[in-house]
């Protein structure tokens, strides 16, 4: 598949997970991929990785929440690669807790992370977006903006990257530029086997998804892809729900 030959993306939290696939299925459509991660071994590993391959993948360690670190290497990705034309809002985090149980430092740590993180992103992006005439910004969301009992952090978070994507859609749209959502249900990564009942959680999960699994990363690469490609031309403003068809 080469969709997204002479294209450049930018995925964060891109070394495992749901990023990584989302990293390794757009540079295996021939884009250019930059993985970036605050961790930095498992970031390199990845990125050699996809290299193996024989696509194009280089490492980046940073925090999304350092805005200096992220503007400097997509600069220095736009000028390695020609141009940086994707970038892919990914890098997430949890601290589940019920609301009285819950600090200031679980609320603030995934606000930051998971929203003004992909504020941060988007901002830096914006110039090298531009600078190629056609651009793709593509903000992993979740199931959980609907609510979830536990995640009043995370579904405010996850709530405002589809208030974010919606706005940002309109501002970017006359500068060629597609803003999307994805919103994946339960997927099999590291974040959810962390759950200290991941198991129950899992069971859970399935028994209320109507495909009646939970989902794979690649099940969310694969909407990413397609967002990302000239077949989603005429799509903005979006949210494409990768849930196996669970809302509740
Ligand atoms: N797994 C799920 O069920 C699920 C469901 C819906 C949405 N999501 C969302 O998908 C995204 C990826 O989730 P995942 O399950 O693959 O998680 P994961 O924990 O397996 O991977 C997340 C990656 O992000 C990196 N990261 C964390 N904080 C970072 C930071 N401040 N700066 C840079 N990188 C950072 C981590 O090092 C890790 O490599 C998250 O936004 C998550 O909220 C996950």
């Known amino acids: 598949m080469t969709r997204l ?5 930018f995925v964060t939290g891109a070394a495992r997970g749901i990023g990584g696939s989302i990293a390794a299925r757009l540079a295996a459509e021939g884009a250019a991929v930059v993985v970036a991660d ?14 193996t391959g024989g696509a194009t993948a280089v490492a980046a360690a940073l925090d999304v929440r350092d805005a200096e670190a992220v503007a ?10 020609g141009k ?5 809002n990914n890098a997430g985090v949890f601290r589940d807790r019920r609301l009285e149980e819950m600090s200031d430092s679980d609320w603030d740590t995934v606000l930051d992370i998971d929203l003004r993180g992909y504020f941060v992103c988007c901002r830096a992006a914006l110039p090298h977006l531009r600078a190629s005439g056609w651009g793709r910004i593509v903000n992993i969301s979740s199931r959980a903006y609907l609510g979830n009992p536990g995640q009043v952090n995370y579904s405010a978070a996850k709530a405002g990257v589809i208030g974010l994507t919606r706005a940002l ?6 500068d060629g530029i597609t ?3 994805v919103a994946p249900g339960m997927i099999d990564t590291p974040l959810v086997r ?11 999960a399935v028994a209320s998804t109507p495909l009646r699994r939970i989902g794979t990363p690649e099940d969310v690469a694969a909407a990413v892809a397609f967002l990302v490609s000239d077949d989603a031309a005429y799509i903005t ?5 990768v849930t196996g068809g669970r809302y509740g």
Do not use: C, P, Y
């Open 169 to 174: 859609s309109m501002e970017l749209g006359r």
């Open 72 to 81: 400097a290497a997509m600069t220095e990705a736009s000028a390695r690669f």
């Open 237 to 241: 403003g979006d949210v494409i729900h």
């Open 5 to 9: 030959r002479g294209h450049a993306a």
């Open 194 to 204: 962390s759950h200290a009942k991941a198991d129950e959680v899992i069971a859970r």
């Open 38 to 51: 605050v961790d930095e071994e498992a970031g390199r590993q990845a990125a050699e990785k996809i290299a």
């Open 84 to 88: 940086l034309d994707i970038l892919v």
């Open 179 to 181: 803003v999307n959502a």
